[in-house]
């Protein structure tokens, strides 16, 4: 027991039976004590520490809870055997934070942001402040599909804004695409085979591949994804985008859709994955309707997101599952908890309710056109204009510019980023080799964060860029 | 042209360009046009319906789009083959919520909820409030790790109350344990075979299930998983809730620890993930210690959810990756959004910071002390007392009780449910079926929720249901 001398740190900070705790644990694993001896009595201990009893009793309890000591019933407490490897409560790893080289643009062209600033975020605030601070039972457990406030309104925007038909009870709301997609990926079994727009949507074939599923990379041509192509796979999962392309822009005809639906509908495992990613936006007329909403047959899953109509970092995203799949689907994901905070579940639900998205779509539809406008005007009028092709324009937020004037396109994004123009090349979304990837150099312009002004003077640096001989 | 005669509505509501694409699209679906027709010209048009050219361009743009129509340079627009099936916009399903049929009950000892009315809400809802109304930049992308703040102060706190070693670097924030732990089964790739605790937590048993993966179930004796049968199976990766079994409460000692350990380090592709779900209360002394931070070996993934602690419906977990494990995590899910709102992770980090949680958790666990001891020792004085075991209850917010008088575990639940009071039984929570489960009948007494004078009365009921003849 000459051993067992503390120095007791009598600061307040760490309590006795801790430091205790803490010693014993040190005599153990350094093998002072060894396996099967036995430890002092609660009684002499006290005494020879001159601490209570109560501090060697619960000392010693948690020495037993963690398997230091066991307590024999009339006899007292013995050393457990701790196996090698005897190791170290190890201290916080201090790694700081490495930012990424900073690469500066005044101008960026890249298609996966918006324009965060038109949000009418006051509201947004406003809304959530109120439903915080009157909606406490909200920190209750939801519906794992989502609370259902929210997914009817979300069934009734879906409807008017894009002939979606669905019930709230078919439909999913989840923190993203890519989880939803992951959920769509176990959902449709081992075996299935996704068939991949080429190019695509580099996120959504990440997700598929992440998932373990096959994939077949079939050519985007002036439709949309190759039926020809589709018939000839193996595939019996097709993922589309088919309101405006990802990323060429390409709408799919009602043809090439109905076609489509009719090779869905000839196997009974064949389903179409309609990915509706920034449908909201047309400018020539109003949006064309989902396909979804024109199925006579029921294997279309539908998925899109608030991320570009609200902001990217509400992680609010949906699927509307065909009637087939809601008894698997609850089945196997039934119990899982929704993903999405019900606070912001349900300010989203007013801000649908009250008209606040309309009028935020309608204001920015405006605006998005003026800038659309401001990029096709200022390519027509530029000195490159004969070597320039502009394609993709009718939908969505952004568009595809084929530049012929001799350049790689390597050379014309090395190019703009002298000027300080950040642009995407169109290869860099080819998820596979195909033989229309052999096309002239072709570069990504997402306008959505630009304004009409930023737009001229961006295009007009471009232009003088591109214009000059490149060593 | 004749039957190109439109009622049109001038009620404000539809614009007419809309009116004459949707009357065009109905007159092409039924066949009244034809492929290949032409259709009148937009002068000839806009005369016969007194409409102007620009409406009637606009309506016809938008059937080019869609893919009803095609212009020919120079000559007009012609009728495009629309392939069966013809299809018409469905309308909204309108099916109504469906009420689960509700069962009542005056007092619940289910384990998965907690006392969310304890929750320093006020404080939640300020910073919410401040961060909502100063800060927004948050709408913009976040990392999809979670943001650097958050994870440094979550990486903070694991140290400092659970004794994780980890860098925020390691760190993964998002929605929900399912979601993570679909993210680790892909990780660790298409071969691995997963070992889980028998009885276990059956949602994570399905979200593994669900990922595709084989697992094999083994044992829980009275220091947690079977070591013996791990080395015996053909498992590389050892999911275990080593501070506190799930259900069974059994705290891993310090010798299984090792050995667990010592067994992931046997194979380079072994792994534990250690699920710390309910670990920030335990009653005697201070918490156990993650096994995270004692391993000498770089495999172990540790999983926590902020759930228990602050509220069911925030949905802010955690991941702890080993080294060898970021690269490819990097590789294969860096492109990923973050699944949690960057409002609610600055939320969180500011709750953190500020050292909320610390002085929530410090009053809960001495109200979750008295809860448990109400528990106790209501049932050291029950007239049942002679026939019930009390086990598990060092940690975590439930133990098991069981109880040997005659009755079956279903005869049990039946008669709490006659007195109103809703007990779990365990032989629900085995996974697969073990030689264990012949035990005698075992209930879940999950106390978080119910108040000490609760509990007093629930154990009354319970003793008098329990203690009569069961017909």
Redesign the interface.
């Known amino acids: 027991m000459g051993s067992l001398t503390i120095d007791f740190r009598r600061d307040g900070k760490t309590p006795l ?2 430091q205790l ?1 803490q010693f014993i644990v040190e005599e153990i694993r350094s093998g002072h004590y060894r396996e099967g001896e036995k430890m002092p009595s609660k009684r002499a201990l006290s005494d020879h520490l001159k601490i209570s009893q109560n501090t060697v009793d ?2 010693y ?2 020495l037993v ?4 000591l066991r307590a024999v019933a009339k006899s007292g407490f013995y050393v ?16 700081s ?1 490495q930012a990424a080289p900073g690469e500066e643009y005044d101008f960026d062209f890249s298609t ?2 918006v324009d ?1 600033d038109a ?1 009418p ?1 006051a509201t ?2 406003k809304i ?2 109120e439903i ?2 009157h909606q ?1 039972e ?5 519906h794992g599909q989502g609370d ?1 406030c929210l997914r009817e309104s979300v ?2 925007y879906l ?1 008017e804004y894009r ?8 439909l999913v709301v989840g ?2 695409m ?2 939803l997609l ?1 959920l769509v990926c ?1 959902l449709l079994g ?1 075996d299935a085979i996704f068939a991949m727009e080429n190019p695509g949507y ?2 959504a074939c ?2 598929i591949r ?3 599923k096959s994939l077949c990379f079939l050519d985007v041509d002036q ?1 949309g994804m190759s039926l020809e192509q589709l018939y000839d796979s193996p595939a019996n999962v097709a993922y589309i985008t088919p309101s405006h392309q990802f990323p060429t822009g390409v ?9 489509l ?2 090779w869905a ?1 000839e196997r009974a495992n064949r389903y179409v994955i309609e990915d509706d990613y920034d449908s909201e936006f047309k400018f ?3 949006p ?2 989902a396909l979804q ?5 029921d294997r279309v899953i539908y998925i899109g997101t608030f ?1 570009r109509s609200i ?5 609010i995203a949906y699927m509307v599952l065909p009637h087939c799949l809601l008894e698997p689907y609850q089945e ?2 039934g ?10 579940q349900h300010t989203l639900h007013c801000f649908l309710r009250d008209g606040h998205l309309e009028r935020h779509l309608n204001r920015r539809k405006n605006s998005y056109r003026k800038r659309r406008e401001a990029l096709l005007a200022e390519w027509k009028n530029s000195p490159l204009a004969p070597d320039i092709q502009i394609l993709g324009a ?2 969505g937020l952004h568009c595809l510019l084929r530049v012929d004037n001799g350049y790689t396109e390597n050379q014309l994004i090395a190019a703009a980023k002298e000027v300080r123009v950040k642009v995407q090349g169109l290869s860099g979304y080819y998820l596979a080799p195909s033989r229309l990837s052999c096309q002239a150099p072709t570069l990504l312009m997402g306008y959505a964060q630009l304004s009409p002004e930023q737009i001229r003077e961006a295009v007009g640096r471009l232009s003088w860029a591109w214009g000059k001989s490149i060593v």
């Open positions: 039976y801790y705790y619960t000392a309890q948690m809870t963690e398997g230091y457990c055997r701790v196996e090698a490897p005897l190791f170290q409560p190890k201290p916080m790893e201090t790694i934070q996966n942001t965060a949000f975020y947004w605030a959530t402040k915080m601070y406490r909200l920190l209750r457990h939801g259902w069934a009734k409807h002939g979606v038909a669905c019930s709230p009870a078919q923190a993203g890519e989880y992951t176990q081992p580099p996120k990440q997700t992440n998932s373990g439709q709408v799919m005809p009602i043809g090439r859709r109905a076609e639906l009719g509908a020539s007329g109003r064309i309707p909403g024109l199925a006579p047959t991320s902001a990217p970092s509400i992680r196997r994901f119990k899982y908890s929704s993903t999405v905070s019900r606070f912001e009718n939908a």
